[in-house]
């Protein structure tokens, strides 16, 4: 980490679906922009088809110094995803529910001169960003389906109950009730079945287990001061993963338990947390599993392969946590 001058050349990537009037925000930050000595921003907005990759590329083609993230993790994920291996700073401007990489950040939420002051007199950090590749299994033909694209994530990627509770998730709502939605999201789908999984860490031996979830993070913290994953950590070269399994509502409720208060007295144990560190792993089952990554969801999958790129970006953060 280090103290870096301000940008010469910005582009702000920005998700027009999270605002009324985009025009409002962007004139908003434009001023915000000349009030902190930055540069006047080139602003390139997100479309159905794509989701920021092609605008974050123009943005580097055109010589952009710093590429800025306006919108949620959807958004951040994919700027991310196309600066990786670059030499192009990156920034965050918090728009949304989760903002978990904002947030494990310590970048400014629901504050927008908090987050411009950032990237205008932040400091460096390079971080790791995390690959997903999903293999959809065999077609009605019996044919080897392609695996997909890698997906970039900067948080958390999963399957089982963690991407069914993001697919579950309104939209509406999630601008209503905020990080609420996903608890009752997640209440529906308490009493689900478990998956019969495999993981292969660093290319070892297989290990089997039964488990509703299996995440795998890059960073770990949740908001209201939940560490989900103590050993994610975006500057450590590894991925943290978490195998979770419980029976019905009290198992469910021993986990959240456990989360929150980890020094809290041991009981019977109706449910089970299994956690490794890896810089590869694939997770596989017979069945297909719901994917997602940093909340957008991508389908089902017969099995999925993440991998870590270290030090993969360069990003602005509050100087204070330099």
Do not use: C
Not at 177 to 200: C, E, F, H, P
Not at 208 to 231: D, E, F, K, Q, Y
Not at 271 to 287: E, G, H, I, P, W
Request: aromatic share 4%.
């Amino acid at each position: 980490m280090n103290h870096v001058s301000k940008p010469t050349s910005i582009a702000v990537v920005v998700n027009p679906s999270k605002f009324d009037d985009p025009s409002e925000f962007t004139e908003e930050v434009a001023e915000l922009f000349a009030e902190h000595g930055l540069p006047k921003p080139v602003f390139i907005e997100t479309t159905v088809e794509d989701a920021g990759t092609g605008q974050a590329e123009r943005a580097l083609a055109d010589g952009a110094d710093m590429v800025v993230a306006a919108g949620g993790d959807g958004t951040v994920r994919m700027v991310a995803g196309a600066l990786a291996g670059t030499s192009t700073e990156f920034g965050i401007i918090p728009v949304g529910t989760g903002n978990l990489m904002a947030r494990n950040l310590e970048i400014p939420v629901d504050d927008l001169d908090g987050a411009v002051a950032v990237l205008a007199d932040g400091a460096r950090e390079t971080i790791d960003l995390g690959w997903l590749s999903i293999d959809r299994g065999r077609t009605e033909e019996d044919e080897p389906a392609d695996t997909d694209e890698e997906h970039p994530f900067l948080v958390i990627s999963g399957v089982g109950f963690d991407a069914e509770v993001m697919a579950d998730t309104k939209s509406r709502l999630k601008k209503v009730v905020g990080v609420a939605a996903y608890v009752l999201a997640g209440a529906t789908r308490v009493l689900g079945k478990a998956m019969r999984v495999s993981l292969t860490l660093d290319g070892r031996r297989e290990m089997s287990m039964r488990a509703r979830t299996v995440m795998i993070g890059n960073v770990g913290r949740l908001p209201g001061g939940v560490t989900l994953m103590p050993g994610a950590d975006a500057t450590n070269g590894s991925l943290e993963i978490l195998a979770l399994n419980w029976r019905g509502p009290a198992g469910f409720a021993q986990i959240a338990t456990e989360l929150v208060l980890p020094d809290a007295p041991e009981l019977a144990q109706i449910s089970s947390s299994r956690t490794f560190q890896a810089r590869r792993v694939t997770v596989s089952s017979r069945k297909s599993m719901p994917v997602q990554v940093d909340g957008d969801t991508l389908g089902r999958a017969t099995a999925v392969s993440a991998r870590v790129q270290p030090r993969a970006l360069a990003v602005r953060i509050p100087r204070d946590q330099a």
